[in-house]
């Protein structure tokens, strides 16, 4: 069977001095499959787009703000993930730079500025603290993952880095 995830962005905006980042705390919608969980901004890709112009949208529409400087820490593989088993396959970014006052919340829910050095503390999705380290870090090298779903829950994590 062909491989055919649903493509998507994820991006993680830090504040001016680099301490915080912009999160959104999904708890608006009751059926949410994030329901309660903290996650980064983004969403589908819509055909005839590119992955930066898809996630400068989905920031903008997720958080009015206009990304002025990012760039792209990773890409990950979620066979299985989507409430349904979908598979996923998103570009995850590091927003560096942005103009405008960010939303206090949207229709997933509120906005929140967390620490970094916090992050981890936050209810996320289990796998999310396999990658959430590397998107912040120093290393320069991009990084490939692969995390299957089953039931909801992670199956397991393999990363290169290159």
Do not use: Q
Not at 1 to 14: D, K, N, Q, R, S
Not at 80 to 88: C, K, Q
Not at 147 to 153: E, I
């Amino acid at each position: 069977m062909p491989y055919t995830p649903i493509l998507a962005t994820l991006g993680y905006v830090l504040s001016p001095d680099r301490r915080r980042v912009l999160m959104v705390h999904r708890n608006a919608r009751p059926g949410d499959h994030h329901l309660g969980k903290y996650n980064g901004l983004g969403g589908k890709l819509e055909p005839g787009e590119d992955v930066v112009a898809g996630m400068r949208r989905e920031i903008r529409e997720e958080a009015g703000i206009e990304c002025d400087a990012m760039r792209l820490r990773g890409t990950i593989s979620w066979p299985g993930f989507g409430r349904g088993g979908e598979d996923w396959f998103g570009f995850l970014f590091l927003v560096t730079g942005f103009s405008g006052e960010p939303y206090a919340s949207n229709p997933e829910g509120s906005l929140e500025w967390v620490d970094v050095d916090r992050i981890l503390d936050l209810p996320l999705w289990e796998g999310d603290r396999h990658f959430l380290p590397m998107v912040f870090d120093d290393d320069p090298r991009a990084f490939h993952g692969v995390m299957p779903y089953r039931d909801g829950r992670m199956v397991s994590w393999d990363c290169t880095r290159i």
